[in-house]
């Protein structure tokens, strides 16, 4: 980039270059700074404001290293003059110009442009430029490794690049795991189905593998710990433990960076989706309902009986088949057509009001969805990596560390609509006694602020206890309690599992206490 000069020097300049003779000095006498812009021939697309000063150049070291003050000359026409205000050229250009060389890194390009400075003095021999190349580290700043011919073309990397992927090999030891486990098969689970969708590189065969020995173990472990969870609740701590969401925090947690876009010429180590398109989506267990495009239009009831058999593992519909998707979108469009002004903006602010507010709030629902997802396939599929490589236990003790340890409270999952017409549904079942309030304890029943506590008992045995401000809120949370003690009924902390007895040398086994089913079906 070059840089017009107006004012004195420009002045001395003009008479050294057409008497030939030796530049004389500038009078000791600036004449006061002003504001000109002046233009270079028309092959120089910038123009370039001076300010007129000291020919040391101290003035225009503001405008960035990639500055030059050669290659354009002084024009003082008064037509050509024209007062503006001082512009900053932006030095982005000429260090993604010096960038674009091949073999040089961004690194040295920086360097190299900032040391790429040329001095304006009041002679007009060009000053030698300074070659900055003996002096770069290259130890500490390497050129970059070329590419393979092919890379860019390709929809993921390829697998060998995954041996020279420093956030690979860092995450391999993160998860610390086994050295069965290639770099090849780790890269493999970071590479989602909607980045490449050739099965042999992506990891939807991996994700179904692991899906299901995530939600095996985690069943029979809710199943032997809490016997008597009602079949809702068990869906929700399933989802709770392996849904999308907890396996996102759980790959986040494990310092997983995601590529902007997907591609052959980025880091092997880095989750690659795109936010754009779904993808393959891996095979779920269930059966896609026919009248799926009704159930959310008409708010139809679901039977917990028609969730088992028809929906998923977390007992959600299965929306797999694009033509269902699809009808129920058309649905949904319909429906939103029906309702008036009102029903909109209550609408939008139950949806801002129920809206997560955590770190993982980016982008619109869409791109949200589809991170969400990408993120879940790559735990999942990190587990079936780990089956594949190494067996059954080691995935077993994986799972056991990363998912099911995490704190889940299960009380809070509950949601009761008539707590005391369930609970005496549950005596009469069990042949107790029929369950009776009584009053413990009171205060203040006369004042703003009165506190009741109300026992349910049956028989001569307290099944609960419950205080609030009023006698039948005090019934209600004591009738609450009491259900909850029956169904977080637990043999232990560690109970023994099925999948206990294939390992070997294993005790013989006792049958687990399972519940016979639920008190009111939901």
Known sequence: MSLVLTGAEGACDRRAAGGGRAAPACPPHFPPRDHRLTTCPSDFPHSILSLAGPPDGAHLRNLGPSTST????????PSNISPMKRIATPSLTSRLLVAARSGVSPATAAIRSRSAISVRSQSTAALAQHDASHDLNNDRFPPLEPLPPAAESLPSPLPERALTSAKLAALHARLNLSPKIP??????????ASADENPQFNNANLAFVGQTLINYHIAEWLLCKYPRLPQGILFSAMKAYAGPKPLLQIARSWGVDTAAVPGGEVDPGLLQFDALKPGVSITNFGYKRTELAYLEKFKWRRGMASRVVLDDDFGDV?????KVAADLEKAMEEQDQDKTPDEEEAEMVANEQDQDVSYDRYGNPDTRAAAERA???????????IYAHCGREAAK????AHIMSRTLDIAKLFEFKYPTRELAALCARED?????????????RQSRTPVFVVGIYSGSDKLGEGAASSLDHARFKAAMNALKAWYLYSP???PRVPSDMLEEGAKPWTPAYIDMGEVISR
Do not use: I, M
């Open 70 to 77: 050669s290659g354009c000359r002084a024009d003082h026409h």
């Open 183 to 192: 770099l090849q098969t780790l890269a493999r689970t970071l590479v989602d």
């Open 318 to 322: 299965v929306r797999s088949d694009p």
């Open 375 to 385: 993120h879940a396939y790559f735990v999942r599929a990190v587990v079936g990596a």
């Open 397 to 400: 003790a994986f799972v056991k």
């Open 432 to 444: 107790f006694e029929a369950p009776v309030a009584r009053l413990l304890s009171e205060t203040g």
């Open 492 to 494: 232990g902390e560690n």
